[in-house]
Nanobody
Framework: VQLQASGGGLVQAGGSLRLSCAASGRTFSTYYMAWFRQTPGNEREFVAGINSRGANTYYTSSVKGRFTISRDNAKNTVYLQMNSLKPEDTAVYYC????????????WGQGTLVTVSS
């Protein structure tokens, strides 16, 4: 599946952004989708994940209560609503896909930069 992330930008601390990740292909609804983020010199970090039907979501502790992952299988799109943004949320955000039964993410979007100013 090909993934195209968008929605990044510059926002003040306390503000909100919504990232989108559009997927090509007919099998989007069978994939587990996730958002990761990466800052210079650091490894890519898992941020949030959602199962194929959207019934179960998972978040890294630092974003719980502030970020919400969702998906619209009819539109082949996964979203990341980010509220109460903090400067430490500044990163390049990537969407990723894996098989629901797999562990390895096999497809990645190109990344979208989120910058949170203090």
């Amino acid at each position: 599946v090909q993934l195209q992330a968008s929605g990044g930008g510059l926002v003040q601390a306390g503000g909100s952004l919504r990232l989108s990740c559009a997927a090509s292909g007919r099998t989007f609804s069978t994939y587990y989708m996730a958002w990761f983020r990466q800052t210079p010199g650091n490894e890519r970090e898992f941020v949030a994940g959602i199962n194929s039907r959207g019934a179960n979501t998972y978040y890294t502790s630092s974003v719980k209560g502030r970020f919400t992952i969702s998906r619209d299988n009819a539109k082949n799109t996964v979203y990341l609503q980010m509220n109460s943004l903090k400067p430490e949320d500044t990163a390049v955000y990537y969407c990723a896909a894996r098989l629901s039964t797999g562990l390895q993410y096999h497809d990645w979007g190109q990344g979208t930069l989120v910058t949170v100013s203090s």
